[in-house]
């Protein structure tokens, strides 16, 4: 278990989603959520570079995981506007008080 | 004071981020030997292992810490982290790709979210979480099953090519194989590109003056 394989990169990647998971649930920060968002994303994408790498070979896995980047900058760009929109109608970003339309 | 202190270590973290990165690349250019072994590891191993502590510790400083704004330091360490770890696997084009989308543009537009979107005196007041205690009960939960599945399926894994340069194979790879989803994905920015301008931008009533000539 010292030298590095795949399984190293593997556990890499859950710690990433675990992490970006608990940020995602404990954040009332609407910022905070999209940056759990972000971290999840990594660490999907670090499974798919190593799978790549150690399991099939080619250039598969790192075409998808740049498909996976250009969607989380464009996911980042439209959840920032939305977060800025929803600060402009309650003053606030906390994602409690964003539930107008939950009745 | 302690956050300072804080501070300069996340600092110092990235410093010998960007210097191990880079004498990775000019070890690799100039065709040493890459396991050089120092003791029970090799040199490979230790950069993982440094490479892997900054992309944690930054991860779990964005988890865990009351402030917003050092949140986002620490999301710059893991995405700086998980971009040097890219480096490992042989994808280096991802590695730059990584660098400049995550780091100079996402990573500076949460900035930009944070900085529009807090009143400064209260921005520690504005990033209450629900509670350390949840989101540790919530890691106990779904990390130890992860690192289980991943450590106990056993991978038909095979002896990984030599590193080597993968930015004209990925170049073929879009243009031809992956040619459709490649111009949706442009499609896609410049919808995201619209959308957000459209969303972002304040409604002006016809019969209201203009604010900003306030």
Redesign the interface.
Known sequence: M??????????????????????V?????A??V???V??IL?GA??NF??F????T????G??F???V??????E???G??????I??TFR???VRLADTMRE | MSRKIYTWVVLAALVVTFVGVLGLEVARGASLPGDVALG???L??LL?YLF?AL??AG??A???SKN?VY??IG?LG??TG?GA??V????D??AV??LL??IG??LV??L???M??NRITEVTV???????P???A??VA??PV??F???ATP????T??PLAP?TR??GN??LT??LL?FEL?SL??LA??I???I??R?ELKADEPDPSLR
């Open positions: 010292l030298h590095v394989g795949l399984q190293h990169f593997l556990l890499l990647g859950a710690l990433l989603f675990s992490l970006g998971l608990v940020t649930a404990t954040r009332r920060n910022v905070g999209l940056m759990g972000e971290l990594n994408n670090v570079v190593a790549n790498h150690y399991v070979g080619g250039v598969s790192q075409v995981a740049l498909f980047i250009v969607l989380a900058a464009a980042a760009a439209v920032l506007a939305i977060v800025l929109s600060f402009q606030s970003i906390d | 029970p590891f090799t490979r191993d993982f892997a992309t944690l991860a779990g964005t988890a865990f917003i949140s986002a999301l893991a995405l998980a770890i890219y490992f696997l042989s994808a084009f991802l790709a990584q989308v995550y543009g996402v537009l949460i930009f979210a944070v529009l979107t504005s990033n209450v979480s629900l509670g350390v949840g989101g540790v919530l890691l779904t990390a992860l690192a599945v991943a450590l991978w038909p894994t095979r990984p090519d993968t194979a990925i790879a879009f194989q992956w989803p994905a896609v920015l995201t590109l959308g957000a301008v969303i972002a304040k």
